[in-house]
């Protein structure tokens, strides 16, 4: 009897020192995201206490966030990028960094090649169960989900819902009688009709549609372009977020009801009103442990993208008012400056990971391809210290590099800033001919910096491609001979228009202008990027490879 006695303690001590260490594990995993990166070129947090909008100058559209325990996390539209999905991760709403991707790659086979503006619009993350839930809308296949148990860690396969064109901007809802809903919208390109929102009937594992759906608003009349709802079930009515009015000049909406099918009454609650924030609307109702109501949203800033701020909420007659109401109307106008939201304790300043020294495994979350990733585009070589980008031929000889999958990038960090990198291009079998590697501003239009090799040497020159999403050319504007196969190439980038200049240097300290000014522009809606690449033209003998010894942002 003692001996079994003994044995069912040992049991109980290993049981609950396992749960012990499974949640050290799980804290050191996610102290280890912590890696104290702070920006030189953009910080919110002032360091007193409060903090400036917006909370992150890049482009994070369509933001949703949720708290679970002391953690917040959030997701964010990646359209065709791989990794998608980012999950960013914050402990007071204003210091947040990339820790994760929850979809590796995208799981239809069209996104093997860039498919810009296509793919995860909108998506929604939620915690259900002791796990962690994210749905999402493609406009052309339909409406996804995906889940786990620790968002550190690999996610499932994404499920299709619901298949179907036009579905976004999907939102779940667990209700407290065990039943579960999902709220959307309608892209009218694909639907053929929008300014709508729907209910639908769910599975409570989240991973059917169980009915034809019900139209609970119509915002044809007063609130056009209504998309992008939340749900929420809040103070004894069922609550939905939603913007109205389009990206640049909206305003946000609630709709509230006692049955989730409706009807909903419906009132704006935050507008740009008198300030210079611009379509303040589209994101995500979160409180703090100690009760404070927040709303994380975007605003629209042209060629920077959709940049992220964050604005108390109030309450007044149980309707939330978002932002600042000087004029007690109800209805909020966002902040510039406020007192960061009360979580308990200070947290020290941290923000997304920009420049790359290329010293680990993989390169850092801020990069992202340009389709699916595959696993013969790239090398890390943490030993050596470089990325080894091998020239990978191009699709097709007349194709630019609107068209080609393999062009490693990430978000324009703030309206000022430099970015550096060291490159050198290594020639195999001596067949020089098409290859290249270089330094990319890209969008609608792009321009880069390349080193390329001809019969005389290895040389510089920067290009240009106006309307390259229209069929655009390729333009050479200037090259410099440089002596080696090794050069330094820097791209400054200036103002609300991202005037761009590139130079370049053979030794790390002198750099020389070369070209001429170029003005970024958008990749369609979504913002200008900034990467790098090695690609080589088709019908050449394949080799090749460029060693980027690291990448860096500064001011």
């Not at 704006?268 to 703090?288: C, F, K, L, R």
């Not at 820097?490 to 202008?513: H, I, N, T, W």
């Amino acid at each position: 009897m003692r001996n079994k006695v003994i044995l069912v303690i040992s049991f109980v001590s290993l049981f609950v020192s396992c749960k012990v260490a499974t949640e050290q594990d799980k804290n050191k995993d996610l102290s280890s995201t912590h890696s104290g990166y702070v920006s030189s070129v953009y910080i919110s947090d002032n360091g007193d206490g409060t903090y400036t909008n917006p909370i992150l100058q890049a482009d994070y559209s369509d933001p949703d966030v949720v708290r679970v325990g002391d953690d917040f996390y959030m997701t964010v539209s990646s359209f065709n990028s791989s990794p998608g999905l980012p999950i960013l991760h914050s402990k007071d709403l204003v210091n947040w960094q990339i820790v994760n991707y929850a979809l590796p790659v995208l799981p239809e086979k069209i996104f093997d090649a860039p498919q810009y503006s296509k793919g995860v619009w909108a998506p929604c993350i939620r915690y259900h169960n002791n796990e962690f839930y994210i749905f999402w809308g493609d406009p052309d296949f339909g409406i996804y989900m995906v889940k786990t148990s620790n968002p550190l860690s690999e996610w499932e396969k994404p499920v299709l819902l619901k298949e179907g064109k036009g579905m976004i901007d999907p939102s779940p809802l667990w209700d407290d009688d065990g039943n579960a809903y999902l709220v959307s919208a309608w892209a009218g390109s694909r639907a053929g009709v929008n300014s709508l929102l729907t209910v639908w009937r769910m599975a409570p594992d989240g991973t059917e549609i169980l009915d034809n759906g019900f139209n609970i608003y119509s915002g044809h009349d007063y609130n056009h372009t209504i998309e992008g709802p939340k749900f929420y079930k809040m103070k004894g009515y069922y609550f939905i977020l939603a913007p109205a009015g389009g990206v640049e000049q909206g305003w946000q909406l609630a709709l509230r009801s006692k049955n989730v099918f409706g009807p909903y009454e419906v009132k704006t609650v935050m507008a740009q009103g008198t300030t210079d924030i611009n379509g303040p609307h589209q994101g995500g109702y979160v409180e703090t442990q100690t009760g404070e109501p927040w709303f994380v949203h975007f605003q629209d800033n042209g060629v920077y993208g959709r940049i992220l701020h964050l604005n108390p909420i109030s309450w007044k007659d149980n309707w939330p008012v978002i932002g600042t109401d000087d004029d007690g109307d109800g209805c909020g106008e966002p902040v510039r400056t406020n007192r960061k939201p009360d979580v308990g304790k200070s947290w020290p300043l941290v923000h997304p990971a920009e420049s790359d020294e290329f010293n680990a495994a993989k390169p850092g979350m801020q990069w992202s391809w340009n389709a699916n990733e595959k696993v013969s585009w790239s090398v890390n070589m943490p030993d050596t210290g470089v990325l080894r980008l091998l020239a990978v031929p191009k699709p097709d000889a007349k194709v630019s590099l609107w068209n080609v999958p393999n062009i490693l990038s990430q978000r324009l960090p703030a309206e000022n800033f430099t970015a550096t990198t060291k490159v050198s291009l290594n020639i195999e079998w001596d067949v020089w001919q098409g290859k290249q590697a270089g330094l990319i501003m890209f969008g609608n239009d792009y321009s880069y910096l390349a080193i390329r090799k001809d019969a005389e040497g290895f040389y510089l020159e920067q290009i240009q491609n106006i309307g390259a999403n229209k069929e655009g050319l390729e333009q050479s504007v200037e090259k410099k001979r440089i002596k080696t196969n090794t050069a330094f190439l820097r791209l400054v980038v200036e103002g609300p228009e991202a005037k761009c200049s590139y130079s370049y240097s053979e030794d790390g300290e002198q750099f020389f202008p070369i070209g001429k000014e170029f003005k970024a522009t958008r990749v369609l809606w979504s913002s200008a990027k900034i990467g790098i690449f090695c690609t080589s033209e088709p019908g050449h003998r394949i080799g090749g490879y460029t060693d980027f010894d690291w990448f860096r942002i500064s001011k």
